[in-house]
Nanobody, 124 residues
């Protein structure tokens, strides 16, 4: 069983930055991802990273603004979010795909473990 705990959310003005953290229990030698869900909308893929950190993948809507990274020695994954926009407002979830190490999937139902989420609100 993998437990994921997100932190770092909050309220920020448009153009600002936030850094989300995801602390995982146990080993993290698999693909990790970030998703988000705005009120009334489906959960949306944001970014994912392979177990070694050598491969990353981003949704087009955040490409160039967000950066995913990880430190397996600390069992932690981060999402650095820059140039935030009001449309980035959502609950952000960390997720783990223990069946994959290098192949990244954007489908939420492929990720077996989820954190509780952290709210990110971007004001205009």
């Amino acid at each position: 069983q993998v437990q994921l705990v997100e932190s770092g959310g909050g309220l920020v003005q448009a153009g600002g930055s936030l850094r989300l953290s995801c602390a995982a229990s146990g080993r993290t030698s698999y693909v990790m991802g970030w998703f988000r869900q705005a009120p009334g909308k489906e959960r949306q893929f944001v970014a994912a990273i392979s177990w070694s950190g050598s491969k990353t993948y981003y949704a087009d809507s955040v490409k160039g603004r967000f950066t995913i990274s990880r430190d397996n020695a600390k069992n932690t994954v981060w999402l650095q979010m820059n140039s935030l926009k009001p449309e980035d407002t959502a609950v952000y979830y960390c997720a783990a795909d223990p069946t994959r190490r290098t192949v990244i999937t954007t489908r939420a139902n492929e990720y077996d473990y989820w954190g509780q989420g952290t709210q990110v609100t971007v004001s205009s």
